[in-house]
């Protein structure tokens, strides 16, 4: 496999400058408009990147590994290539297996609570004015302040304020007096990682072959999410992997995900029917996994909804199977309940958050975990195949929401 990027004025151009170096059988992988570099660049005009793959019969397997790191140009600054999720699910956190971690709290919080100290001993601006004393009004203390301080700023991360009242409620309940800053951050600090739980991915069958199917509006990164996991069965753990698409809605979707499969050298099709999958279920049966990528579609289609919901619980019975629901991150609350409801009525799933890396803040993440109840899995922050993904992990999350270092 042969990836290579041209630059040029237009989309147009930099393809024909492609096809005459590599020949006609390039296939197009990304395009994107890239900035001009060099003095007076800002007077420059933006230029067109695209990525482009040509298959070489010879190649072999291994090969075509170091190949798909490449196959969605990414402007973002290298990630550290994130764990590999393992096959055995992980024991779901207890009380006293948290508090445990209790004497790396500030450490892993960096200097939140040196930070949070040094406001406190800011004058407040919203001091109680002579009128409220005179009303024996109760003086707030500094441990209110404290936590006043930690509720607002999990609100700055978009945490829901009911969520908010509610930690804050259940640390106050176990307060002392003159407890100390530190014991309230760790008691707040472990009940948001019971609260998110351990992260719920996916894992081989008790016996035969799971299928797994990816669910979620359009536009939110289902089908490189999809290559990702994919690349990690197939090349990091070597199990048998097929690709099956039910999105017959958006042609290019259908030819990115066949482009992946072709790289990882794993079967591909496109699904139109149920009694489709019954053969692709008969002809994998010897496989160890069948990931399905589906149409997103509008949340208010009812025809859709019930086009999705016969798809999905076809194969009930059949075979083993997990729903999992792709969100982006960047979506807004109201409308994520609202995609989260939808996807309720047709079957139960589990979460993937994608795009972290185009947001700041993470609250939708503990706010769609406490209101579906739905186990998080794997987070995406970027497009990188396959790099740019992870287990959901509550400690670095729950430390971003709490003010701290990513």
């Given at each position: 496999?042969?990836?290579?990027?041209?630059?040029?004025?237009?989309?147009?151009?930099?393809i024909?400058?492609?096809?005459q170096?590599?020949?006609?059988?390039?296939?197009?992988?990304?395009?994107?408009?890239?900035?001009?570099?060099?003095?007076?660049?800002?007077l420059?005009?933006?230029?067109?990147?695209?990525?482009?793959?040509?298959?070489?019969?010879?190649?072999?397997?291994?090969?075509?590994?170091?190949?798909?790191?490449?196959?969605?140009?990414?402007?973002?600054?290298?990630?550290?290539?994130?764990?590999?999720?393992?096959?055995?699910?992980?024991?779901?956190p207890?009380?006293?297996?948290?508090?445990?971690?209790?004497?790396?709290?500030?450490?892993?919080?960096?200097?939140?609570?040196?930070l949070?100290?040094?406001?406190?001993?800011?004058?407040?601006?919203?001091?109680?004015?002579?009128?409220?004393?005179?009303?024996?009004?109760?003086e707030?203390?500094?441990?209110?302040?404290?936590?006043?301080?930690?509720?607002?700023?999990?609100?700055?991360?978009?945490?829901?304020?009911?969520?908010?009242?509610?930690?804050?409620?259940?640390?106050?309940?176990?307060?002392?007096?003159?407890?100390?800053?530190?014991?309230?951050?760790?008691n707040?600090?472990?009940?948001?990682?019971?609260?998110?739980?351990?992260?719920?991915?996916?894992?081989?069958?008790?016996?035969?072959?799971?299928?797994?199917?990816?669910?979620?509006?359009?536009?939110?990164?289902?089908?490189?999410?999809?290559?990702?996991?994919?690349?990690?069965?197939?090349?990091?753990?070597?199990?048998?992997?097929?690709?099956?698409?039910a999105?017959?809605?958006?042609?290019?979707?259908?030819?990115?995900?066949?482009?992946?499969?072709?790289?990882?050298?794993?079967p591909?099709?496109?699904?139109?029917?149920?009694?489709?999958?019954?053969?692709?279920?008969?002809?994998?049966?010897?496989?160890?996994?069948?990931?399905?990528?589906?149409?997103?579609?509008?949340?208010?289609?009812?025809?859709?909804?019930?086009?999705?919901?016969?798809?999905?619980?076809?194969?009930?019975?059949?075979?083993?199977?997990?729903?999992?629901?792709?969100?982006?991150?960047?979506?807004?609350?109201?409308?994520?309940?609202?995609?989260?409801?939808?996807?309720?009525?047709?079957?139960?799933?589990?979460?993937?958050?994608?795009?972290?890396?185009?947001?700041?803040?993470?609250?939708?993440?503990?706010?769609?975990?406490?209101?579906?109840?739905?186990?998080?899995?794997?987070?995406?922050?970027?497009?990188?195949?396959?790099?740019?993904?992870?287990?959901?992990?509550?400690?670095?999350?729950?430390?971003?929401?709490?003010?701290?270092?990513?």
């Amino acid at each position: 496999m042969i990836i290579k990027k041209f630059t040029a004025k237009t989309e147009k151009e930099a393809i024909e400058n492609a096809k005459q170096e590599l020949g006609e059988g390039v296939v197009v992988m990304n395009v994107r408009e890239v900035k001009a570099k060099g003095f007076l660049a800002f007077l420059k005009p933006h230029m067109t990147e695209v990525t482009v793959a040509l298959e070489e019969e010879s190649e072999k397997y291994t090969a075509a590994v170091s190949a798909i790191n490449n196959v969605i140009a990414s402007s973002q600054t290298p990630v550290t290539p994130p764990p590999v999720p393992q096959p055995q699910p992980a024991p779901q956190p207890t009380e006293e297996t948290v508090r445990k971690d209790s004497s790396a709290i500030e450490e892993k919080l960096d200097s939140l609570q040196s930070l949070l100290e040094q406001q406190l001993q800011k004058p407040d601006e919203n001091k109680e004015d002579k009128s409220d004393k005179e009303t024996g009004k109760k003086e707030e203390t500094e441990i209110d302040k404290f936590m006043t301080l930690l509720h607002n700023t999990m609100l700055e991360n978009e945490v829901d304020e009911a969520y908010a009242d509610d930690i804050i409620h259940e640390i106050e309940q176990i307060n002392k007096p003159n407890m100390p800053f530190d014991y309230a951050l760790a008691n707040i600090y472990q009940k948001m990682i019971l609260k998110f739980g351990m992260p719920s991915c996916i894992t081989p069958a008790q016996s035969g072959i799971k299928m797994v199917f990816f669910v979620g509006p359009t536009g939110v990164g289902k089908t490189t999410t999809i290559a990702k996991i994919a690349s990690i069965f197939r090349v990091d753990q070597k199990k048998k992997v097929a690709l099956l698409t039910a999105d017959t809605y958006r042609i290019a979707a259908a030819e990115q995900l066949r482009t992946y499969a072709n790289i990882l050298e794993v079967p591909f099709r496109i699904i139109y029917t149920v009694e489709e999958i019954d053969r692709a279920i008969e002809d994998f049966k010897d496989y160890d996994y069948i990931l399905i990528d589906t149409a997103g579609h509008s949340h208010q289609n009812q025809t859709q909804k019930e086009s999705m919901s016969n798809l999905i619980h076809s194969v009930d019975d059949k075979i083993e199977k997990e729903v999992y629901l792709v969100l982006s991150a960047t979506t807004k609350y109201r409308d994520l309940i609202s995609i989260a409801d939808s996807y309720k009525e047709m079957t139960d799933y589990k979460l993937i958050f994608t795009k972290l890396d185009e947001t700041t803040t993470l609250g939708n993440l503990l706010n769609l975990r406490l209101y579906t109840g739905a186990e998080l899995s794997y987070v995406t922050y970027g497009q990188n195949v396959p790099d740019d993904i992870e287990e959901f992990n509550s400690q670095s999350t729950v430390k971003q929401l709490l003010g701290g270092k990513n």
